[in-house]
């Protein structure tokens, strides 16, 4: 189910991707795949089996997994940041290209280790 929550987050993250020339689109599809990735934080946060799994674990695909989230969430938080200079004064758009086009590597990733961890 989670798994599918960040599919769905991931989707909005590659539309926004394409929609990147149409300003308002990029920036609302983007904040709204933002906004997911952070509710699922949160979901995942107030489930007591989940956070004691992680806590702990030598699991390296559940490590890998978390590793990938945790840099993709700093990433788009840093894309975000980035965007809005982009807005407000024009500058920095040579960081946000840079890290979207990772991101979207790390972020896929995400979503194909969080179904290898639900599914095997
Ligand atoms: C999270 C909030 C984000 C905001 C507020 C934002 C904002 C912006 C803005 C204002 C632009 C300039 C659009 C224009 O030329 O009129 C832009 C361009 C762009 N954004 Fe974002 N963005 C965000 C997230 C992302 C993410 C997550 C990615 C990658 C997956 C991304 C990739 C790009 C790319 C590739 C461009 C084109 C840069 C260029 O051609 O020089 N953005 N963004």
């Known amino acids: 189910m989670i798994a599918h929550f960040s599919a769905i987050s991931l989707l909005l993250l590659y539309v926004g991707f394409l929609s990147r020339r149409n300003r308002m689109r990029h920036v609302t599809f983007q904040m709204t795949s933002l906004a997911c990735d952070i509710a699922i934080v949160i979901i995942l946060e107030s489930n007591r089996s ?36 982009i807005w407000r004064t024009g500058t920095g758009r040579k960081i946000h290209k840079l890290n979207g086009l990772i991101l979207i590597v790390v972020r896929t990733l995400v979503t194909v280790t969080a179904y290898t961890v639900v599914m095997r």
Not at 53 to 70: E, F, M, P, Q
Not at 78 to 85: D, E, K, P, R, Y
């Open 50 to 85: 989940v956070v004691q799994k992680a806590i702990g674990s030598t699991d390296r695909l559940l490590l890998t997994h978390i590793a990938l989230a945790v840099t993709a969430l700093l990433q788009h938080l840093l894309n975000l940041i980035t965007g809005i200079l």
